[in-house]
């Protein structure tokens, strides 16, 4: 695509409204036939967009915005991949809680490259359809008990590998979660990611999800907004919403403003998904009641995002 930040709004803008018919059935089949539109999409903010426009579905379009955050978590996973984030196990997700282990095969060091994985992770998103999974694990603890972790890479196909899948969620259904099994992975250097498995990707990645999938949600309301012929004003909304959103998601996931940002904009994404239940009454029954199913999406984490934004505001009273 140009080098125009506003390109997807152009985008947008232009495009015919779209038909339903013959959808996939799975979120892997949508992908895979969605690739190559989202190929040219190299800022991930776009992608989720562009990805959620092309959606029939609000879990379709999560799932995409899902992926599009790894992508920018993890800039040297390949696009057609289908990733899932292994961070939670049975007491949460903070770094004290993750049990997982990854151990050298030889203990004495001869061979530092090579390591083993153990452990189990829970409510793995898109557990199911993953082909990569990036697991969480700990190294042991350092001189203040703090827990090392480091992020590892691993393949679905790999020997020791199991997944059990959990009952469906009451809403987007289609996005399969489940428990990871790790038992006796052998697992190279390089197959380990660089840097701080906390500071780098755990940390950062809840903010980072939040903008890319909100801005997935925001292209599957312009989809419907073009669909069912929505009025300008609120098209205007939804597009000045996915600028504000863009904009975050190209900064610093850990820089404050970001987060204060981050909370204003999703105060205004809260008010305009309100405000446009009026419209929805018009739209076409199946896609209204998923929606409805669906809409609880949106207000998941909000405690953990309350937390975050008043921690960015008490660092500028600290300053």
Known sequence: ???????????????????????????KAWKSRHDKELAPWIDTPDRAVAGGFLADRVAYAFANGYHSALL???????????????????????????????????????????????????????????????V?????????????????????????????????????????????????????????????????????????????????????????ATQFDWPRPQKQEILSLIVAMRTLAMGDPLDTGVHIALGGALQMMDRLTAGLDLLWEKVDAPVREAWERDRTLLGIAKKVRTARLASAWDHYKAG
């Not at 125009?4 to 799975?26: E, F, R, Y």
């Not at 289908?82 to 049975?90: D, G, M, Q, R, Y």
């Not at 282990?101 to 992770?121: E, F, Q, S, V």
Request: charged share 20%; hydrophobic share 40%.
């Open 1 to 27: 695509m140009p080098e125009n930040p506003l390109a997807i709004i152009d985008w947008l803008v232009s495009q015919p409204a779209p038909a339903d018919a013959a959808q996939p059935p799975t979120i």
């Open 72 to 134: 920018r978590l993890v800039p040297s996973l390949a696009p057609d991949a289908f990733p899932a984030l292994c961070i939670t196990e049975e007491g949460g997700g903070h770094p004290r809680m993750i049990k997982s282990r990854l151990a050298p095969i030889d203990p004495d060091g001869a061979d530092p490259a090579k390591w083993r994985l153990n452990g189990r992770k829970q409510f793995i998103t898109g557990a199911a359809e993953a082909d990569v999974y990036f």
């Open 136 to 224: 969480a694990a700990s190294t042991g603890t350092d001189e203040s008990r703090q827990n090392n972790i480091r992020l590892v890479r691993i393949n679905s196909d790999e020997a020791g590998v199991s997944v059990e899948l959990m009952p469906d969620l009451p809403f987007i259904p289609e996005v399969s979660h489940g428990v990871l099994w790790m038992k006796d992975i052998p697992v190279q250097a390089s197959q380990m990611l660089p840097g701080d498995g906390y500071l780098r990707y755990i940390k950062p990645f809840r903010t980072i999800e939040d903008l890319h999938v909100s801005s997935a949600v925001l292209g599957y309301f312009f989809r419907i």
